[in-house]
């Protein structure tokens, strides 16, 4: 099975490796006695889906989740199935690689303002510190 990630990415299922382990949470005597949590492994490092550029943005997006080999482990245990939570752990990880996907913006170019614009400053600091001065109270020569 293929999964398809815009823009233009697709990754093999057998890219992906699944285990399924005990979990916390809904699931009432269930959860003591099957595993419905699934953990997800992706080696980001090494797949032959991902551009270079994009592996490296995901490397760093990936956080915590990422191990020192360079392979992403994700946790899903939101849901009482296996299917449900395998189909979660596919979506977040969809959405991580969807968003390294995106080029980051170009850089801010420093600017600095113009001579006019710094006078015009001033000259309003000034005229309102003119203001501010005229309320005071009046001195003892008037």
Same mark, same amino acid.
């Given at each position: 099975m @293929?999964?398809e @990630?815009?823009?233009n990415?697709?990754? $093999? $299922?057998?890219?992906?490796?699944?285990?399924?382990? !005990?979990?916390?949470?809904?699931g +009432?005597q269930?959860?003591n006695?099957?595993?419905t949590a699934?953990?997800?492994?992706? $080696?980001?490092?090494?797949?032959?889906? /991902?551009?270079n550029d994009?592996?490296v !943005? /995901?490397?760093?997006l990936?956080?915590?989740?990422?191990?020192? $080999?360079g392979?992403i482990? @994700?946790?899903?245990?939101s849901?009482?199935?296996?299917?449900r939570?395998? +189909?979660d752990?596919i979506?977040? /990880?969809?959405?991580?690689i969807?968003k390294?996907?995106e080029?980051?913006?170009p850089?801010r #170019?420093?600017?600095?303002?113009?001579?006019?614009?710094k006078? #015009? !400053?001033?000259d309003?600091k000034?005229?309102r510190g003119? @203001?501010?001065? +005229?309320? +005071? !109270?009046?001195?003892?020569?008037d």
């Amino acid at each position: 099975m @293929i999964i398809e @990630i815009p823009p233009n990415i697709e990754l $093999d $299922d057998s890219e992906l490796e699944f285990s399924f382990i !005990r979990a916390s949470g809904p699931g +009432g005597q269930n959860v003591n006695k099957v595993a419905t949590a699934v953990q997800m492994r992706f $080696d980001a490092r090494l797949s032959p889906s /991902l551009p270079n550029d994009v592996s490296v !943005r /995901l490397q760093k997006l990936a956080g915590s989740r990422l191990t020192l $080999d360079g392979v992403i482990v @994700i946790t899903a245990n939101s849901f009482r199935t296996q299917e449900r939570n395998k +189909g979660d752990a596919i979506k977040r /990880l969809s959405e991580l690689i969807a968003k390294a996907a995106e080029p980051p913006p170009p850089p801010r #170019k420093k600017t600095k303002p113009s001579k006019a614009a710094k006078a #015009k !400053r001033v000259d309003s600091k000034v005229r309102r510190g003119a @203001i501010k001065a +005229g309320r +005071g !109270r009046p001195g003892t020569g008037d």
